[in-house]
């Protein structure tokens, strides 16, 4: 069988670009896995680095010829194990794929999906532009999964997420074929809209090869606010007041565990006996900024806010963001990580955060939360020691509890970072049997065979009746 495999990727080398395929084992272990690390990951018979959309029509006709699983990949950046190799199948990589051009006049930068979110960013302010979707991995994760997941970010309770910016993409279906869809025009309803159906479909659907995005002016220079909470209760009933008549640029929470896991790292002078934190951001002029964080801080001290800061001094601002966004790496220092993402309406965020709390403590795991507050989406973050078997059974258990906490709540099991394989057996619960049906048709209609990123999001064969 080995012979055989390496006698037709040698006819698929042949069509791609001089060392485009790998096979060799050490070089493919970093590509088996996302940030996830999902511990069953597969062996894939090869590592493909696409060069172009041509290259990955080339793959793509390879794997319908032989019915070979593709795993599409970006930079790995992804949580869900949505990225995670299947044995004797190929993982895509879009790595090398990174050009990026702005035009100014329409506002639209044209993307390959290697390219980080971070360069696009800058290529957008050269031109005084900005690309808003801003997830805390902005610096190293790639356009492509983040329109893969839909990704958001900590801009997104009043910029909204990665689909409101993407205008168009190139898309290469399970069956070799490049289509276009959408593209640089702001209105376009001709048809039905299959550029929001990829979005977010996890390379399940087709692989993205190119996007065209929408940007906006650049941003102000935000006015800052941090308020310190006594109890996490406190701090939401906040945020739902704040939510009420007002939508600042930024409004994140970290509780206790994320405040001190961030201080352990920066020796910033975070407060350490807070059991919350706000993080609050206006970009409006300066003087409806400062009339907008006086108001948002009138209301943390109504809600018996320990203490409340602000500034307008933009590097000060900047070193409380980088305390938010550094909190999934200094947890990673405890102990290795499930990574949750479920979000609930904003009414409902109290009960989800304490509901976690209270699932902590009954299973006697410790479960961290950083949240995008100002939308209801929460990142429960299970911290637990992999050689401990027992303590790793009861983390599973209240992986489990978090997601059926959320849909008990009206919420989704994930808000930004794709169902991927982890959260794949709680799909079924949050969107009912007949919404799960049409889930399977669509991915039958595109991928027949199956063959794009199989077991992600939906389970590879569809429910029976």
Not at 427 to 455: C, F, S, T, W
């Amino acid at each position: 069988m080995a012979s055989e495999h390496m006698t037709t990727l040698k006819n698929l080398a042949a069509l791609l670009p001089e060392g485009a395929v790998i096979t060799d084992s050490d070089r493919m272990e970093a590509y088996r896995r996302d940030r996830a690390a999902d511990p069953h990951a597969g062996t894939p018979i090869a590592v493909v680095r696409a060069t172009s959309t041509a290259d990955v029509q080339a793959v793509v006709r390879f794997a319908a010829a032989t019915g070979t699983p593709v795993v599409p990949r970006g930079a790995g950046s992804g949580l869900s194990g949505g990225a995670t190799a299947i044995d004797g199948g190929i993982v895509l990589s879009l790595e090398r794929m990174r050009d990026i051009s702005v035009d100014p006049a329409t506002r639209i930068a044209t993307v390959q999906p290697g390219a980080f979110n971070a360069e696009v960013k800058a290529a957008a302010a050269e031109h005084g532009l900005w690309y808003p979707p801003d997830p805390s991995s902005f610096e190293f994760c790639s356009i492509g999964g983040n329109v893969a997941t839909n990704a958001g970010g900590l801009c997104c309770v009043k910029y909204g997420v990665t689909t409101d910016y993407v205008l168009g993409m190139t898309v290469v279906l399970a069956d070799g074929r490049a289509v276009t869809l959408g593209g640089p025009r702001i209105k376009d309803v001709a048809g039905l809209s299959l550029t929001k159906l990829f979005v977010g479909s996890e390379g399940t659907l087709g692989v993205i090869t190119e996007v065209q995005l929408r940007l906006v002016p650049a941003q102000r220079t935000p006015t800052t606010l941090v308020a310190l909470f006594p109890s996490l209760t406190n701090a939401t009933d906040a945020v739902l007041a704040i939510t009420r008549t007002m939508r600042p640029s930024m409004l994140e929470l970290m509780d206790r565990i994320c405040i001190n896991a961030a201080e352990d790292q920066l020796r910033m002078g975070l407060d350490r006996g807070a059991e919350a934190m706000l993080l609050v951001q206006s970009d409006e002029s300066p003087d409806q900024a400062a009339t907008e964080i006086a108001a948002i801080e009138q209301l943390c001290n109504q809600h018996e806010a320990s203490e409340c800061y602000s500034t307008d001094d933009a590097d000060e601002g900047a070193a409380f963001i980088v305390a938010r966004r550094i909190a999934i790496s200094s947890l990673e220092k405890q102990g290795a990580l499930l990574h949750e993402d479920v979000g609930v309406p904003i009414p409902r965020l109290s009960d989800l955060v304490t509901g976690i709390a209270e699932i902590g403590a009954r299973n006697d795991v410790t479960i961290a939360v950083i949240a995008h507050a100002g939308d209801g989406n929460t990142h429960p973050l299970v911290v637990l020691d992999p050689t401990d078997q027992a303590q790793h059974a009861r983390a599973h258990v209240a992986y489990g509890e978090v997601m059926d906490l959320a849909i008990s709540l009206s919420g989704t099991i994930t808000g930004e970072h794709g169902v991927g394989r982890l959260k794949q057996p709680w799909l079924g619960d949050y969107l009912g049997p007949d919404v799960l049906e049409l889930n399977h048709r669509i991915k039958q209609a595109l991928d027949p065979q199956g063959i794009l990123n199989p077991g992600v999001v939906l389970a590879a064969d569809p429910p029976t009746e």
